[in-house]
């Protein structure tokens, strides 16, 4: 069974400056994909990065970045130069990837809560 | 073009009562999620389609909960006999093969 473990308290930053969010994930998944999603007050979730486990680069997008260890089975996100706009909760997800073109469930883990402060 | 689309958004009935929660995913997604966040959580998995094939109904809490996709579009999750503890926001979410899952504004469930 895939498990993700998210146990940072409430994390707060201030604006223009870097945060990590970890993420650890357990697995006997030979195959699998890492993503974080946002989810503002408002309540959408917004997918910001997606990282495969053969990827040999971590993935980046824009400010976000992922710093993946996969032999610590961790994938933390970076934010950097954080916006007063980044303040959500952030949710790190993890599926299977049974055969390439082929779908599954996400599992996610219990999110971290960011506040960017003035 | 549109994203995903859920009703209603709010949804308030009495303990005991049926349900119907509505999806429709972005056009031309194969894929079709069902998620259950309950305050101050993380995302629980419902059930999952994938165009003909069977459903993976493997997260369903109880035989209460069901849920169809017609013609491979529009999915309703019916959840029956409502409890207390069916309160939750459900997420809906679609995906084309291989990519991240898109997911829609949720519904709101309160049952009193």
């Known amino acids: 069974a895939q498990k993700i473990t998210q146990t940072q308290p409430g994390m707060f930053v201030q604006e223009k400056e870097a945060v990590t969010l970890d993420c650890t994930y357990d697995?006997?998944?030979?195959?699998?994909?890492l993503f974080w999603y946002k989810q503002p007050s408002s309540g959408e979730m917004i997918f910001l990065i997606y990282?495969?486990?053969?990827?040999?680069q971590n993935a980046t997008e824009g400010r976000y970045s992922l710093n993946f260890q996969k032999a610590r089975k961790s994938a933390n996100l970076v934010i950097s130069a954080s916006q007063l706009g980044d303040s959500a909760m952030y949710f790190c997800?993890?599926?299977?990837?049974?055969?390439?073109?082929?779908?599954?469930?996400?599992?996610f883990g219990k999110g971290i809560t960011l506040s960017v402060r003035p | 073009g549109a994203g995903v689309s859920q009703s209603p958004s709010n949804k308030v009935t009495e303990k005991g009562k049926d349900v119907e929660l509505r999806c429709d995913p972005i056009?031309?997604?194969?894929?079709l999620y069902w998620y259950r966040q309950s305050l101050g959580q993380g995302l629980e998995f419902l059930i999952y389609?994938?165009?003909?094939?069977?459903?993976?109904k493997s997260g369903l809490p109880s035989d209460r909960f069901s849920a169809e996709r017609t013609g491979g579009s529009v999915s309703t999750l019916t959840i029956q006999r409502t409890q207390q503890e069916d309160s939750a926001v459900y997420l809906c979410?679609?995906?084309?093969?291989?990519?991240?899952?898109?997911f829609g504004p949720g519904t709101r469930l309160t049952v009193t």
């Open positions: 997800a993890m599926r299977e990837i049974v055969r390439s073109g082929a779908n599954s469930k996400l599992t």
């Open positions: 697995t006997s998944d030979p195959s699998y994909g």
């Open positions: 979410a679609s995906s084309a093969p291989s990519y991240e899952q898109y």
């Open positions: 389609f994938q165009g003909n094939s069977a459903p993976d």
């Open positions: 990282q495969g486990s053969y990827d040999q």
């Open positions: 056009s031309g997604h194969t894929a």
